[in-house]
């Protein structure tokens, strides 16, 4: 009798060869054909993105059919396919490209050697004397050494030798004060005065001067309406001119936003009965009008003083700092407040005064050792306050019926512990209120009802346009201010009102209100309508503090605002609506009752009121600080770390290493924290880092004016705008302008240079509206392109202030050069296209896993990309991770970024490795000639960078610009690096670290 295991051996036989593709052979075949070997489908790239579908690889079994050796050769079989897969995508350079390097590199032997001064002791940097030794000796030499070898101290004394304007001049004195006397007789300045006199400011004017007179620093706290934003430093100026002092004052008063700076500059000029640019002036980013040199006040933006301590470290042009609006502690106001008290000691008569708003203004007091501080009462009619129940029973209005939590949700996922957290909070909140008002019988049961539907809570854009109907049609004339978190929300209520047609032009007029939309759109909101028109004013919180419109009389405030945070332990940016603080909602009530009695409407309940946060949390804590480092490092603050240490509240310290590693990469700092040339020039430009090296590589490269557009529209905004219900004829125009390039930054670039071409010949409205862009931002933006052409010509790197100069623009057509000089200010952030879903473009970075391009870019739904590498300006954590502003870039374009790559032998093949984490098989002749193009092209960039100067085309510098420009423009495929399924390029080209 056999035995059990004959008879199972035999059965097995049996099965196996009975199988329908026979032989061990033929099954293994077919096992290839069915499986692949780790992602060889035979589908194309486009067909397999369409679908969505993931590619076979890592962790993929063998058919469940083979059996014992056949396993093994299986996966032999598979390992070989993978390494002869491998093999036809190592990069290599074409014949005539690599002649053409080799050429360059040969003629470049010593060439710099040449140029710099004593290259042995270029490695010898013990000191940094010695590490800079090689550069010639120039006026920018001499400028940088003193950055970089100088400290806060030694350039506080140095800036007190240097004689100041504000010296005692007995004529200037006699002369503003007789002008002041004059002025007092005039009609309309005593019309102003009667207006000044009743301000509950007026009423603490001696106390407030009594008090600067006697400390060096006061804190002023004032309600919304007392007048100390216009009044406080009237008073200064009037009684220093009074005093035969006029000579010797120069008062700068800061405020948090441009608007607010010509707001109230326009305001005290008209009080004093003047025009701007005699007693009072202002001065933002590409506007000012500046008053006379004494005698006067300054009205700015905070980041216009820290331009000004830049070249002026001690402040000695001014006699009086004002800090307004520190309450809002934004991180350049923050950062003032620091390098202000090691200014102070140095200058014992400089006075300082900080403005807040009333909650909190012990802190400041604090901070500055216990300085005295001054109370000025607000001066508004009594504004009556209702909340969502209220508003609820005003309009009759009823959410949607909250759903329950999906069953398909898997209790252990994060998805779910999400919602249900989310649901138990609110149900915290609101049930115990419930049951009180039940109690209390206050409400009706369906008012309680809608309390409690989750819904409640969330942003109801029909609701805000219902109540705004409700006051229109029951309440008494006056301007309406609508606070809501963004623009897009403006943009759509805005919409939902013009299209509904209740708001007829003969009794309405609707106007938005954004702190980046250009200041001649701002300033319409303070004009008065005409009789019998209503104003209704959508604004964000820019409308908080400030400015004030005189007009408004109802406040309907949304309880949300949009705050920008960077989640340290994942480094990445967040943007999602938060209840605004208690401080804010008391800023939005202030903003009713001003010329008679006011109402404000809060559209969440009393109970959430209760809940909510006393401040916001200070933008230091909640913001990337590489342009506070640079700022510390022009101004000689020392390390980064004990600077951010002496501020209000300081910041985490894993945030500060992670804007030291970034600043890094961009060499804009070198191993101990220096500056190096180059960070010193991105220190100059009012710019993120990222983009201002994209200025100078642009200037470098000569195509300013496409890489100038995608800066400035990079950091300010960009100009599309997505109209409701044409959403995809929208995106359709701006897949028109991205030309095929799979790129939102060639069609920034594009739109602003069809605008221009358009406005020249007067039709650039027509063209705003037939490609859903804003004509103000765009025209806002090509100002933006001189600021720069204006900011590297001083630095000179471009021969004139004009960034339409051809000179400037030799290669501005190679859409190519300009994403890869995009993708080298970007760089590292680098990701990589998985596959394009219904939902649209999946990516993969090595610290988020998947991650999805954004619906607004043009990338979103790609079927097909010319190479799997994209590069991206933000990643944000909205509803999803989120790649903001991409573009789709070559291996060569990422080779050319990359600030350093090595060279690595592995079993036989080579690889490039890049700082990014991305990997390359190449050939080794090629992988050195590249390595050995980019140290040339650094040497190049070294030297410019040290000696500011146009690029000879026409020399050697022309000859290795151009040797890369011809890398960079080789395809994927040129270079063999081909592929036809893009969903082989995630893990496997990236280190397992």
């Known amino acids: 009798m056999r035995s059990k295991f004959i008879n199972d051996l035999i059965s097995l036989f049996r099965v196996r060869m009975s199988h329908p593709y026979g032989s061990f052979s033929a099954r293994v075949m077919h096992s290839r054909r069915r499986y692949g070997n780790r992602g060889e489908g035979s589908q194309s790239r486009g067909s397999q993105i369409e679908r969505g579908g993931r590619t076979q690889g890592r962790g993929q079994g063998h058919p469940p059919w083979l059996r014992g050796k056949e396993i093994g050769l299986y996966y032999r079989d598979r390992v070989r396919a993978q390494a002869k897969e491998r093999e036809s995508r190592v990069i290599k350079l074409p014949p005539y490209v690599q002649e053409r390097i080799e050429r360059v590199l040969e003629s470049s032997k ?8 004593n290259t042995d002791a270029k490695d010898m940097y013990d000191t940094l004397e010695n590490k800079y030794v090689h550069i010639h000796d120039s006026l920018f030499k001499r400028k940088f050494m003193n950055i970089v070898s100088g400290n806060i101290q030694e350039n506080l004394a140095r800036a007190l030798l240097v004689k100041s304007k504000l010296v005692r001049d007995a004529d200037i004195d006699a002369k503003l004060l007789n002008e002041y006397t004059v002025k007092q007789s005039l009609q309309e300045y005593e019309k102003m005065m009667k207006f000044r006199l009743k301000l509950p400011s007026y009423q603490k004017k001696s106390e407030i001067l009594e008090l600067i007179r006697e400390n060096q620093v006061v804190v002023i706290s004032g309600e919304t309406g007392c007048g100390k934003t216009t009044q406080v430093a009237q008073f200064i100026l009037d009684d220093q001119i009074e005093q035969g002092n006029g000579s010797l004052t120069k008062i700068i008063c800061t405020q948090p936003r441009r608007i607010s700076a010509i707001s109230v500059a326009e305001r005290v000029a008209a009080e004093r009965a003047e025009k701007l640019g005699k007693s009072v002036g202002f001065q933002i980013r590409l506007e000012k009008i500046l008053p006379r040199d004494k005698g006067s006040i300054l009205y700015c933006t905070t980041g216009m003083l820290l331009q000004f301590l830049q070249g002026d470290p001690a402040l000695k042009e001014f006699s009086h700092i004002i800090l307004d609006e520190i309450h809002e502690r934004s991180t350049e106001s923050d950062f003032i407040l620091a390098l202000l008290k090691l200014i102070i000691p140095k200058r014992p008569d400089l006075k300082v005064l900080l403005m807040s708003a009333t909650l909190n203004s012990e802190r400041f007091s604090q901070y500055y050792g216990g300085c005295p501080m001054i109370h000025i009462p607000g001066f508004t009619y009594p504004v009556e306050e209702f909340y969502l129940e209220d508003i609820l029973m005003f ?16 209790k252990h996922t994060n998805k779910f512990k999400q919602v249900r957290q989310k649901r138990d909070e609110f149900h915290d909140v609101i049930d115990p209120y419930a049951r009180q008002l039940i109690a209390e019988k206050k409400y009706p049961k369906q008012i309680i009802d809608q309390l409690r539907n989750p819904y409640s809570e969330m942003m109801s854009m029909e609701l805000i346009e219902e109540l705004i109907r409700y006051i229109c049609r029951t309440k008494e004339p006056g301007a309406i201010l609508v606070f809501l978190p963004g623009m897009m929300d403006i943009i759509k209520l805005n919409r939902m009102m013009l299209e509904s047609g209740q708001y ?57 605002t949009k705050f920008g945070k960077f989640d340290v332990q994942k480094n990445i940016q967040t943007l999602e609506p938060e209840w605004v603080s208690v401080a804010n909602a008391k800023q939005r009530r202030g903003r009713a009752g001003r010329v008679k009695p006011g109402v404000c409407y809060h559209l969440y309940s009393k109970a959430r009121e209760m809940v909510l946060d006393q401040y916001p949390l200070p933008e230091m804590l909640r913001t990337r600080l590489e342009e506070v480092i640079l700022q510390i490092k022009i101004l000689q603050l020392g390390k980064a770390r004990a600077f951010l240490a002496s501020v209000m509240d300081p910041p985490d310290l894993k945030a500060i290493d992670l804007s030291l590693n970034l600043l890094g990469t961009l060499n804009a700092l070198d191993n101990e ?49 997505c109209p409701l219900g044409q959403e995809d004829q929208a995106r359709e125009k701006k897949l028109e302008l991205n030309m095929d390039q799979f790129s939102d930054h060639i069609a920034l670039s594009e739109a602003l240079r069809r605008f221009e071409s358009s406005y020249r010949r007067g039709h650039a409205s027509h063209f705003c509206r037939q490609y ?97 590498f994209i ?24 080779l050319f970024a990359a600030p350093n790559m090595s060279i690595r032998k592995e079993k036989g093949n080579c690889f490039i490795s890049l700082a990014s984490s991305q990997n390359f098989m190449c050939d080794l002749r090629s992988a050195q000639l590249i390595q050995k193009l980019q140290e040339q092209l650094n040497n190049m960039l070294e030297y410019k960078i040290t000696h500011p100067g146009t690029v000879s085309w026409n020399g050697f510098e022309g000859d290795l610009l151009n040797a890369i420009i011809e890398l960079v423009c080789q395809k994927d495929e040129e270079m063999g690096f081909s592929d036809s399924n893009i969903q082989k390029f995630d893990e496997d080209i990236f280190d397992d670290d």
Not at 110 to 115: A, I, M, N, V
Not at 680 to 695: C, E, F, I, N, S
Request: aromatic share 12%.
């Open 110 to 117: 010593g060439y710099y050697d040449k140029l710099y001064n």
């Open 395 to 410: 309009t009759g209005f009823t959410f949607p019926a909250a759903p329950a939590i999906p069953q398909d949700y898997r």
């Open 504 to 560: 007829p032009q003969s009794q309405y007029i609707i106007y938005p209100l954004h702190s980046r939309m250009p200041t001649v759109d701002q300033k319409l909101i303070f004009s008065e309508p005409p009789h019998g028109i209503r104003k209704i004013i959508i604004a964000t919180s820019i409308a908080e503090t400030s400015i004030t419109i005189e007009d408004v009389v109802y406040v309907i405030d949304c309880g949300k």
């Open 673 to 721: 924290e220096h500056l190096t040339p180059l960070g010193y020039h991105l220190a100059q430009l009012p710019l993120d880092p990222r983009t201002g090296k994209m200025l100078i590589w642009a200037a470098l490269f000569s195509c300013v004016e496409p890489v100038f557009a995608i800066a400035a529209s990079l950091s300010f905004k960009d100009a599309f705008y």
């Open 772 to 868: 859903f862009l804003s004509f103000n931002t765009l025209k806002l933006l090509s100002e933006m392109k001189t600021q720069f052409a204006q900011h590297l010509c001083q630095m000179k790197f471009m021969e004139t202030e004009n960034p339409s100069d051809s000179n400037a623009n030799k290669n501005s057509t190679n859409i190519t050069l300009i994403k890869a000089i995009v993708c080298a200010g970007l760089y590292p952030n680098v990701a990589v296209i998985r596959r394009v879903t219904k939902n649209g473009t999946i990516a993969w970075t090595p610290e988020d896993g998947s991650v999805a391009v954004h619906p607004s870019s043009v990338n979103y739904k790609m079927q097909k990309f010319p190479s799997p």
């Open 871 to 894: 590069t991206y300006f933000t990643k944000q954590r909205s509803t999803a991770i989120f790649l903001h502003d991409t573009t789709c870039v070559t291996a060569p374009i990422l």
